[in-house]
């Protein structure tokens, strides 16, 4: 787990940093989270952000309040209501949240306000992004080669531009590494449903495996737990997404594609209690360790020093420019 | 009325409504004590979420637009005797209408776009009930299931539309870029600050006068014209309704137009009114809430907006429980209104029975007249 480590050095350093300023600033900290529609439990993106602000509080003693949504309205409502009684900074998880946070952000000038996902551009606002592409390159990259049919799939969620970035930045690195390679491509589904179907995410998978995919890649939520549970049962390899998933299906799951959402949330509560946070856009890629691969005692069996080589020379070369993987949400195109 | 658990019209009307709200308030405190949450703080949390403040209120009765509307759409069809499960779906389409128009419509200036917009939620709602209507009428297939049907087309249409075409190129959520200033609906706010009352900012805006309008409309239309007494015979009697030269396909198709369009409202409060875009599944659920509204409501206008109203508290006051007592989670908000629904929808017969018997026995004097004299009077014009 070299991302993890990188990151608690990082981490490390900012809490001795912290010491020297005054705690005064500690004593007063407030963090809030507004949870998108698929709620703190999803398994995936929203649990992300909740796991890492336990671990917030674990290490700082400092809690934090957080709000489940249940239509667009309320996005506003939240975010103003957290305001409104202090809370600071307010952490907005997903896109869908930007139009209130710009508003939000607006009436509360001395709020600090943080999202996931999406850019506003407000004095007050720091706005968190991922190469979700990047990512998924890589183990766009270890798929093809842990191939033995030359056929691997993607079982996407909801159809939106966001998944299309990972089917994308994924197929690329499938052809970036056996440019015969076959790609089988699905999405569950067209509504917020296509996030918590595993019985359909696990018969699109299985359908994959009939065409002759041995790896299936799935960027779907709760959904993709199905798609990783019928790529175990049929003996083939699944991979997994935002969170480290290999553990579910230990032997079966060969990585999983890491958006570190929880360390993003984590380093945004923590340098605002120590009087670092800064507003404006942050994007992190493979170059800033918010996406990346997962390296366990699960999967170590799967990942031959060939194929972890192939990685690492495909990290580096897509930090230092050499590969450049095209983000579908740059132009709405998909050049594979 | 000779149903066999007749009891007066006050108590069908309110007191049958009253004690289904009560028993589900009594079933959810139950459950909330047994979370380890004290049920009567709840309770106070969510009144005065919900009404304690000019902000709650307001969000009070920005939920009720929506259920008011889907409500009356779904009230409409009852009176002619159809189940128009439908609401959702041409709530959904409705919001398409409107954005079309707004879309569209940039140069136009404010007093003529926004009249507009609503009629292109109209229309779209409208269309998107008249097949179904149209199904049942000529072809006989049922407005059930064909409703339901058209609830995930226009998921999927609207889906395909919103990611693919309306989407705007830079934004990453699937909605349709921001609508003209000229074309966003006037807030409460600004309306009463206009006459010098200054009120907190929340969603709620012009459409809950509308939605009030619709309300007195239906009943109008419903009770006081000569269509609406053909709907409300069809809705008895289809076939005498046809004896009486009523065509039956023609009321069916009429109301479900009309039903859709109502249930468009909603389109016209969340789109043009709050969100000032299209965005996915904007209707949230609405659509089915307005059957338990109807259900609750009698299917009477003024039954519709004391039920809406109703859910309104139930939602408002729902999230500001859930956030001041974090051991309450949205889960547990839905499980409440579920219970609501139950009661007061599904299970108001529970206390048709021992009303109709104590009323029996109270005035059973009363009721020992005969109920028809035994020679027929002279024939008298209908009431």
């Not at chain 1, 407000?122 to 998924?136: A, D, L």
């Not at chain 2, 200033?181 to 900012?201: K, W």
């Not at chain 2, 299209?278 to 206008?301: K, N, Q």
Request: hydrophobic share 50%; aromatic share 8%.
């Amino acid at each position: 787990m070299t991302v993890r480590t990188g990151l608690q050095i990082l981490f490390l350093g900012a809490g001795l940093a912290a010491l020297s300023t005054g705690p005064s600033l500690a004593a007063d900290l407030k963090p809030a989270i507004v949870y998108d529609i698929g709620g703190k439990f999803d398994k995936s993106f929203n649990e992300g952000v909740l796991h890492g602000a336990e671990r917030f509080k674990q290490e700082t003693g400092t809690d934090f309040r957080d709000f489940e949504i249940t239509n667009d309205a309320q996005r506003e409502q939240a975010l103003r209501r957290f305001a409104k009684d202090g809370f600071s900074p307010i952490l907005a998880v997903g896109f869908s949240q930007a139009d209130a946070v710009e508003k939000v952000a607006g009436e509360f000038p001395n709020t600090k306000f943080t999202i996931i996902d999406s850019v506003v551009n407000k004095p007050n606002v720091q706005s968190v992004v991922f190469k979700e592409q990047e990512g998924s390159f890589v183990v766009g990259l270890l798929a093809a080669k842990a191939s033995k049919t030359g056929k691997v799939g993607f079982v996407g969620g909801m159809d939106i531009p966001l998944i299309r970035r990972f089917a994308c930045g994924y197929v690329q690195g499938v052809k970036y590494a056996d440019p015969k390679a076959e790609v089988f491509q699905n999405m569950t589904g067209t509504t917020g449903d296509a996030w918590k179907d595993p019985v359909k995410g696990g018969e699109l998978a299985k359908s994959q495996m009939d065409r002759g995919a041995d790896v299936v890649y799935h960027a779907a939520g709760a959904t993709g737990v199905g798609v990783l549970r019928a790529a175990a049962d049929a003996g083939k390899l699944g991979i997994g997404v935002d969170s480290d998933q290999n553990g579910l299906f230990p032997g079966k799951v060969l990585t999983s594609m890491l958006k570190r959402v929880d360390n993003a949330t984590f380093r945004t509560f923590k340098d605002a209690k120590d009087g670092a946070w800064k507003p404006g856009v942050e994007t992190l890629g493979l170059k800033e360790e918010g996406v990346g691969f997962a390296e366990d005692q699960f999967n170590k069996a799967l990942i031959t020093p060939d194929m972890k080589s192939a990685a690492s020379s495909a990290e580096a070369d897509i930090i230092a420019g050499k590969i450049e993987v095209h983000d579908y949400m740059a132009d709405s195109k998909c050049p594979m | 009325m000779s149903a066999p658990f007749a009891i007066p019209r006050w108590a069908d009307l309110v007191l049958v409504p009253v004690l289904s709200v009560v028993t589900a308030f009594i079933v959810a405190a139950l459950v909330v004590l047994a979370i380890g949450v004290d049920p009567w703080a709840a309770t106070v949390s969510m009144v005065q979420g919900s009404l304690g403040s000019a902000e709650g209120i307001g969000f009070t009765l920005y939920y009720a637009t929506d259920f008011i509307f889907t409500g009356l759409a779904v009230a409409l069809a009852f009176q002619a005797g159809l189940f128009n499960i439908g609401a959702e779906g041409q709530a959904y389409m409705g919001g398409l209408g409107a954005a079309l128009v707004c879309l569209h419509g940039t140069a136009l200036p404010s007093w003529l776009l926004i009249p507009l917009g609503i009629v292109g939620a109209a229309v779209f709602g409208g269309v998107w009930a008249y097949v179904p209507g149209l199904l049942q009428a000529k072809r006989g297939s049922h407005i059930v299931i064909t409703t339901i049907m058209f609830n995930w087309l226009a998921t999927t249409l609207m889906a395909y539309l919103l990611v693919n075409t309306l989407r705007e190129p830079t934004s990453m959520q699937p909605g349709s870029s921001r609508f003209v200033e000229g074309a966003a609906l006037p807030t409460m706010r600004a309306m009463l600050g206009a006459v010098g009352i200054s009120t907190a900012e929340t969603p709620l805006n012009v459409a809950f006068l509308l939605a009030l309008a619709c309300a007195a409309l239906v009943w109008v239309f419903v009770w006081r014209t000569r269509t609406g007494y053909e709907i409300r015979t069809v809705g008895r009697n289809p076939v005498a309704a046809l004896y009486g030269g009523i065509a039956p396909s023609r009321i069916i198709v009429l109301t479900m137009a009309l039903s859709g369009a109502l249930a468009a409202g909603v389109a016209v409060n969340e789109i043009m009114g709050v969100q000032h875009r299209l965005l996915l599944e904007f209707t949230a659920g609405y659509g089915f809430v307005g059957i338990a509204v109807a259900l609750m409501g009698r299917a009477h206008p003024v039954g519709v907006v004391l039920a809406s109203i109703l859910f309104g508290i139930l939602y408002q006051g729902g999230a500001e429980l859930a956030f001041d007592q974090p051991k309450i989670t949205r889960d547990m908000i839905v499980v409440i209104q579920g219970l609501v629904v139950l009661f007061a929808g599904a299970l108001e017969g529970l206390f048709r029975r021992p009303l109709a018997l104590a009323f029996a026995g109270f005035g059973a004097s009363r009721r020992d007249r005969p109920a028809k004299p035994a020679t027929l009077p002279a024939p008298e014009p209908s009431e």
